[in-house]
């Protein structure tokens, strides 16, 4: 009887660790500019924004890790993309529904660029010779509007975005990070689309 319960105990021992083990060998360090999503329904359009957020971790952010001049890909990792459910207007400029991935060139005095991709693509498709070739950025830009940035109330240590819509018609994205924040507007087009409803239900 005392065999079996010594034999149990170290099996259940051994299966312990052998678990343990397991899960540890599974475990990943956490990701350091970690992916993040919001998403917002502005009148009848769906407006998300998927990206990846990383932290300033003490360093000087817009003019050294991000150069003044050259376009940027607006977050981490994989391209940052914002899709829109319906067609929009951005700058006074049209749109259609579908995904745009988002450059931004911040400059070191004036108003800042924030560029709507229209293929979806990297910012790094237009990197020649180790510079971004800003007349190929422009070529697929479906929209580019001038912003002006302005210093954060407080340092966000890591990159976010944000939608609101406080009349539920026009949108105002906001970027933030480290010690700078801007925002663009975007119009979902109520009155043009209950306009287009009409008489049809």
Not at 13 to 33: G, Y
Not at 82 to 93: L, P
Not at 112 to 117: F, R
Request: glycine letters at 6%; zero cysteines.
């Amino acid at each position: 009887m005392k065999i079996n319960k010594l034999f149990l105990s170290a099996f259940a021992l051994i299966l312990f660790f052998s678990v343990s083990t397991t899960s540890f060998a599974q475990l990943q360090a956490p990701a350091p500019s970690p992916a993040a999503y919001v998403s917002q329904n502005v009148g009848f359009t769906k407006i998300s924004i998927d990206y990846s957020a990383p932290a300033v971790k003490g360093r000087k952010v817009f003019g050294e890790l991000v150069p003044f001049g050259s376009t940027w890909r607006a977050g981490a990792n994989n391209p940052t993309i914002i899709e829109f459910s319906t067609g929009v207007s951005i700058g006074g400029k049209n749109i259609g529904p579908g995904k745009y991935s988002i450059f931004i060139t911040p400059q070191e005095s004036g108003e800042w660029t924030v560029h709507l991709n229209s293929k979806g693509n990297a910012v790094y498709a237009y990197t020649k010779d180790g510079k971004i070739d800003e007349a190929a950025v422009a070529k697929d830009d479906a929209v580019a509007i001038k912003v002006t940035p302005v210093p954060a109330p407080e340092t966000f240590e890591r990159l976010a975005y944000f939608i609101s819509a406080e009349d539920n018609k026009v949108a105002t994205v906001t970027f933030m990070w480290a010690d700078m924040m801007l925002w663009f507007e975007v119009d979902t087009q109520v009155a043009q689309k209950m306009e287009q409803f009409k008489g049809v239900f």
